[in-house]
């Protein structure tokens, strides 16, 4: 199964994630954690990062690791884009993370617990 890193920065200015350095989280990622591969997106849950999920997200063998707001509000944000790909959004392909309220150090653990789960 391979692991896809979708990065939301929520504009880049919303205050839930001013402690957060996307462009530090985004390289300690790609150095440090097991992927396949990331992609950092200024606002996922915006008719263009609609648009990028419907055309990214595959039926098999990808799971989505998004780090963005709270996992209840990803699942109802990103439901639409994942159904526009023709997948259904489930707990073996869609994985969230919540990043806001961390800082940098915090956010990079979050996921990095949240890929260790999928070991499990
Ligand atoms: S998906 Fe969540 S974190 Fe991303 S822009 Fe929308 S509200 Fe902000």
Partial sequence: MKKAILLCACSFACPSMK????????????????????????????????????????KDGVVYLTAACKPEKQYKLFRDGFQKAGVEMNEHNFKPVWIQ??????????????LEELEK
């Avoid at 992927?35 to 648009?51: F, I, K, V």
């Avoid at 309220?101 to 949240?114: C, L, R, S, V």
């Fill in 19 to 58: 402690d957060l350095n996307f462009a530090e989280l985004a390289e300690r990622i790609r150095l440090e954690l097991p992927h396949d591969y990331m992609l950092l997106h200024p606002r996922l849950c915006e008719s263009n990062g609609e648009a990028m999920l419907a055309d990214l997200v595959k």
């Fill in 101 to 114: 309220f961390k800082n940098t150090d915090q956010a990079f653990e979050e996921i990095k617990k949240a």
